[in-house]
């Protein structure tokens, strides 16, 4: 076993040292990702502001189970979902070649909510994505996951959540695919209800920045 695991973490360690890259992957870590998903990605990077002027769209948290493999549960379009971390870090490369990541890992005073959050993340796997980004159902987008995965000692959310905006900074009226979208879906824009995204969580001061892949 622990052959395995080291063998394991060499593997990934050649992986990265492909893209002068240093990562030991811990339980718990935050992965914020800068995806490309085309206009739905470029109108909510517009509306996000992340740590040190980053433009994350996408986040997951990273698994490592009892036979050492490396994982990171996440919500996609396809629900909560585990996928392998090297399949993750692969999915928004920049023209380098490197994957367009940056870590964050709880801060010591709030490392006691990994292991619980872990376990919830777990219990949500197969859960639908919530493509209408309602807070209160049961549903998960990917920061909504981390919401609802993070408790601190009291059984409130590590996380804060804001008013969502759906607008154009540019134009002050709603982007015209969120506008089609929500449309499709037969219910209004969700415009100041409470939520957030990957940007909102990376600015924590619950968390901090550890790594960078770019």
Not at 12 to 24: D, G, K, R
Request: charged share 25%.
């Amino acid at each position: 076993m622990k052959f395995s695991y080291l063998l394991l973490l060499l593997l990934f360690a050649m992986y990265l040292s492909s893209c002068n890259q240093q990562y030991t992957p811990q339980t718990g870590d935050l992965l914020f990702m800068d995806l490309d998903c085309g206009s739905f990605c470029q109108a909510i990077k517009k509306v996000t502001y992340g740590v040190n002027g980053t433009k994350p769209s996408h986040v997951g948290m990273v698994y490592i189970n009892d036979k050492k493999k490396i994982y990171v549960i996440e919500a996609d379009t396809k629900g909560v979902v585990k996928t392998p971390i090297d399949s993750f870090l692969k999915r928004s490369l920049d023209t380098k070649g490197h994957p367009k990541v940056f870590v964050g890992r709880l801060i010591k005073e709030y490392s006691y909510a990994i292991v619980p959050a872990v376990q919830r993340s777990r219990a949500f796997l197969g859960k639908p994505y919530d493509f209408a980004f309602d807070i209160n159902n049961d549903c998960y987008y990917c920061s909504e996951l981390l919401y609802k995965a993070f408790l601190d000692k009291k059984g409130d959310p590590l996380f804060n959540l804001d008013p969502m905006t759906f607008d154009d900074p540019d134009t002050k009226t709603i982007f015209p695919i969120w506008e089609d979208y929500f449309k499709k879906l037969g219910i209004p824009v969700p415009e100041g209800k409470p939520g957030l995204n990957p940007g909102s969580i990376s600015r924590s001061d619950k968390i901090k920045i550890v790594y960078r892949f770019y």
